[in-house]
């Protein structure tokens, strides 16, 4: 089964830092553009990072300069350091792959499970 491992969610408090890693899981030959989203209660998921495969990347607003997205294309895993994280930062956070190649054939728009970023004041 391919898929998408999210993890390094969890509490922390404003101002820490959270670093959340998303690997393609099972026979994964390579992945395309790579994304972080987040999802707050009642809203709709929202772009936060992406990185295409040859290390361009893009920000929302609201995170450039405290958040840097990275990726291993060896390993194929993507990855999002939070600094200076805020209240308004507590949210679902999801990784997403624009396609995968694998051994089932090509695969578009695989998402992972989310993991829970909660910032306390």
């Known amino acids: 089964q391919v898929q998408l491992v999210e993890s390094g969610g969890g509490l922390v408090q404003a101002g820490g830092s959270l670093r959340l890693s998303c690997a393609a899981s099972?026979?994964?030959?390579?992945?395309?553009?790579m994304g972080w989203y987040r999802q707050f209660p009642g809203s709709q998921r929202e772009m936060v990072a992406t990185?295409?495969?040859?290390?361009?990347?893009n920000y929302a607003d609201s995170v450039k300069d405290r958040f840097t997205i990275s990726r291993d294309n060896a390993k194929n895993t993507v990855y999002l350091q939070m600094n200076s994280l805020k209240p308004d930062d507590t949210a679902v956070y999801y990784c997403?792959?624009?396609?995968?190649?694998?051994?089932?054939?090509?695969?578009?728009?695989?998402w992972g499970q989310g993991t829970q970023v909660t910032v306390s004041t």
């Open positions: 997403k792959a624009d396609s995968m190649g694998t051994q089932y054939g090509p695969l578009t728009d695989i």
């Open positions: 990185i295409a495969r040859d290390f361009y990347t």
């Open positions: 099972g026979r994964v030959y390579t992945v395309g553009d």
